[in-house]
C-alpha cells in the first residue's frame, strides 16, 4: 500500500480492528502524516502522530498543544455544556480535577481490592452457572464481553457515583450511543446519538436534584456541594458526571475485553498469567495492547515547531495512542502479546496534566477480573 493512500482517520479503517500494518507504514515513512478530510465528513483534517516520542512530546507540551477546541475532529467545542475535563485546559482543568482527585488515589482505590474481587468472582460464577445450564454441564461457553467486560466496571463506577446497578443496562446503551461515532451497532444514526446525550442528560439532572436534597458520601454529592459552594457550574457538574459514566465504564471493557481474548489466543501466556508471578506486568500489557483510547486530538496555539516539524496556529494534531503503543523503537517486538514485558512506557492513559483520572481504578478492575477468572478457568 502506498502511504499516500492511508486514511487514517476514516472510520470504515476500524470497523475489523485498528489497522497496525497500515499504522506501521506511516510511522516508518511518514511519522507526521497530513490528513485531508472529504467535506462530506464534516471534520477537521490534522496531523497524524504515530511514534511514541512524538505523542509523548506533544502531551507534554500544554502551552502549545491544547484541548480547548475539543478531542473529536467533529468542529470545536465551546459551549458552556461541554466544558469537562478532556475539553478544558489548565487551570480550569486543575480546578475540575482537584475536585475529585482524592477518590481515584493508590491509597483510596486499593480499598475495594477486595470488593471487587468479589464482584468480578461473582460475575464469573453466574457467567458460568447459566453457560453449564444451558449446555447440559458439557461445555462452559459464554459471551465474556456481556457476562464480564460490560458489568464489572459499570457497576465498579455505579457504586462511587451512588447509582441504582438496576440502571446500568440503560447506562451502557446511552453510553454506546455517545461515543458510536458512526457505529451503527452502538447507535443507528446522529439523532439516536443526540437523544442518548440528552436523556443521559436528564439522568444527571435528576441525580443532581436528588443528592442536593439527600447528600449521601458518593462522588456525585460532592460534586453538588460544589456546585452550592459556587465552585462548579451546574453545566460543569453534567458534562462531569456524564464523563466519569462513559470513561469509567467504556475504557476499562475494552481492556478487558482485548485481554480476554488476546489470552485465548495465546495460551502460553495463559499458562504463565496461572503461575501468579505476572499480574502487574500482565495489566500493563493487557492496557497497552487494547490501546482503549485510539486517538485523541489537540489544537495548536500558535506557530511552534516541534520534533523538528512545523505547526502553524489551529492546526489540529492526533495523538494516536495504538501507534505509539507498538512503535518498535520503544518496545521489543512490539506486535507480540507478552505479559512479562518490562518496562512498558505505553501511553493508553494519556501522559502529563490529562494522564487519565480513573487509571489507578482501571488497573484493579482489570486486575482483580483476571485473578477470578484465572481462578476459575481453566
Not at 460475575?123 to 459464554?142: C, G, K, M, Y
Not at 441504582?164 to 458510536?180: E, G, Y
Not at 505509539?324 to 507480540?336: G, L, Y
Request: charge should be negative; charged fraction near 25%; include cysteine.
Amino acid at each position: 500500500m502506498n502511504v499516500a493512500d492511508i486514511d487514517v482517520l476514516s472510520n470504515r479503517m476500524y470497523a475489523e480492528g485498528v489497522p497496525h500494518d497500515q499504522l506501521d507504514l506511516l510511522r516508518a515513512d511518514r511519522p507526521v502524516h497530513f490528513q485531508p478530510v472529504p467535506d462530506e465528513r464534516l471534520m477537521n483534517e490534522a496531523w497524524v502522530l504515530t511514534r511514541h516520542e512524538d505523542v509523548l512530546a506533544i502531551s507534554k507540551d500544554t502551552e502549545h498543544f491544547v484541548n480547548a477546541h475539543g478531542l473529536n475532529l467533529r468542529g470545536n467545542y465551546t459551549d458552556d455544556e461541554d466544558r469537562h475535563l478532556l475539553n478544558l485546559d489548565d487551570p480550569e482543568h486543575l480546578r475540575l480535577r482537584r475536585m475529585t482527585n482524592k477518590g481515584f488515589t493508590p491509597r483510596v482505590v486499593r480499598r475495594y481490592t477486595e470488593h471487587y474481587h468479589d464482584m468480578a468472582g461473582h460475575l464469573i460464577d453466574e457467567a458460568v452457572a447459566a453457560a453449564r445450564a444451558q449446555h447440559d454441564n458439557s461445555a462452559v461457553v459464554f459471551d465474556a464481553v456481556n457476562e464480564l467486560s460490560v458489568p464489572l466496571p459499570l457497576l465498579a463506577i455505579c457504586e462511587l457515583l451512588g447509582t441504582t446497578p438496576d440502571d446500568r443496562d440503560q447506562l451502557v446503551a446511552w453510553s454506546n450511543a455517545i461515543i458510536s461515532n458512526d457505529d451503527p451497532d452502538y447507535s443507528p444514526s446522529d439523532e439516536a446519538r443526540e437523544q442518548a446525550s440528552e436523556e443521559m442528560a436528564a439522568y444527571i439532572r435528576a441525580m443532581y436534584a436528588d443528592r442536593a436534597a439527600t447528600p449521601t458520601d458518593d462522588m456525585a454529592s460532592i460534586l453538588v456541594e460544589h456546585v452550592q459552594r459556587g465552585e462548579l457550574t451546574p453545566e460543569e457538574y453534567g458534562g462531569y458526571v456524564a464523563l466519569l459514566f462513559v470513561a469509567g465504564n467504556e475504557t476499562t471493557r475494552n481492556n478487558i475485553s482485548h485481554g480476554l481474548l488476546q489470552l485465548a489466543k495465546n495460551p502460553d501466556q495463559y499458562k504463565l498469567l496461572k503461575t501468579g508471578d505476572y499480574w502487574d506486568s500482565a495489566v500493563e500489557e493487557l492496557i497497552r495492547w487494547a490501546a482503549p483510547v485510539i486517538y485523541m486530538s489537540r489544537t495548536v496555539t500558535k506557530d511552534v515547531t516541534c520534533k523538528g516539524h512545523q505547526f502553524r496556529k489551529d492546526d489540529r494534531v492526533v495523538l494516536h495512542y495504538a501507534a505509539a503503543n507498538r512503535d518498535p523503537e520503544v518496545f521489543d517486538d512490539p506486535h507480540r502479546f507478552d505479559i512479562t514485558r518490562d518496562p512498558n512506557p505505553h501511553l493508553s492513559f494519556g501522559f502529563g496534566a490529562h494522564f487519565c483520572l480513573g487509571a489507578h481504578l482501571a488497573r484493579l478492575e482489570t486486575r482483580c477480573l483476571l485473578e477470578q477468572f484465572v481462578a476459575r478457568i481453566e
